[in-house]
């Protein structure tokens, strides 16, 4: 079975552009969530969906953010625009309900 | 808030040796703990976990006690090997109504030969 995948693995990017980062979970799995690692700091939350609706979204820092799961299936979060301080390790992770989270490998995000 | 705080790394180990990384929390209620670990170019894998006071969570070789009156879930394991060089992250899952993990800073750990 596979597990949770990221997509790209890297991405550098210009302050002002856009990005749009992927995850696909693990088949059937209908939470999925986003965490982010800043300049080796603690992982920290973002948001939570349950299938297609964002169950938590305490964690996303601003407006610039925006995370969408059509179908229930795999989910994107673009940031636009991107400013020097978005730079981190974007990792998802998904679960069924009540159980362990499955992480993805992360995405490198570096904003230049 | 609630939180989790670890060791600063990296600690640097020669194998065989014992391991200690510390983990203490700050949260409301009864929350459950974890250690994740990345190996180079992975993802988080869980490592163990332990959901309420003096669980005891092992994994390959790796324990930790849920201590809830120190607020502690410190990882240990007797002896080392160069394959468990890796980053741990100890986290909290709160109890209530709530799935988010709170994670620390994370530790590095570097074992030799």
């Known amino acids: 079975e596979a597990g949770v995948t990221q997509f790209p693995s890297h991405s550098v990017i210009e302050k002002g552009q856009t990005v749009t980062l992927r995850c696909d979970p693990i088949?059937?799995?209908?939470?999925l969530y986003w965490y982010r690692r800043v300049m080796g700091k603690e992982i920290k939350f973002l948001l939570h969906?349950?299938?297609?609706?964002?169950?938590?979204e305490s964690g996303m820092p601003n407006n610039r953010f925006l995370a969408e799961r059509t179908g229930g299936t795999y989910s994107t979060l673009k940031v636009q625009p991107a400013e020097l301080e978005d730079s981190g390790v974007y990792f998802c992770?998904?679960?069924?309900?009540?159980?362990?989270?499955?992480f993805g490998p992360g995405t490198r995000l570096t904003v230049t | 808030g609630d939180s989790v705080t670890q060791m600063e790394g990296p600690v640097t180990l020669s194998e065989e040796a014992f391991l200690t990384i510390n983990c203490t929390y700050t949260?409301?209620?009864?929350?459950?703990l974890f250690w994740y670990v990345q190996y180079p170019g992975e993802g988080l894998q869980l490592l163990l976990k332990?959901?309420?006071?003096?669980d005891k969570g092992s994994n390959k070789g790796f324990e930790a006690t849920y201590r809830k009156e120190t607020t502690s879930f410190h990882l240990e394991k007797g002896s080392v090997q160069v394959s468990d060089s890796a980053v741990y992250f100890c986290?909290?899952?709160?109890?209530?109504?709530?799935?988010?993990?709170?994670f620390g800073t994370g530790t590095r750990l570097q074992v030799f030969p």
């Open positions: 992770a998904s679960s069924e309900q009540g159980y362990e989270q499955y």
């Open positions: 332990a959901t309420k006071a003096d």
């Open positions: 949260a409301t209620g009864y929350p459950s």
């Open positions: 969906f349950v299938k297609e609706s964002k169950q938590d």
């Open positions: 088949s059937g799995h209908d939470n």
């Open positions: 986290a909290l899952r709160l109890a209530y109504n709530t799935d988010k993990l709170i």
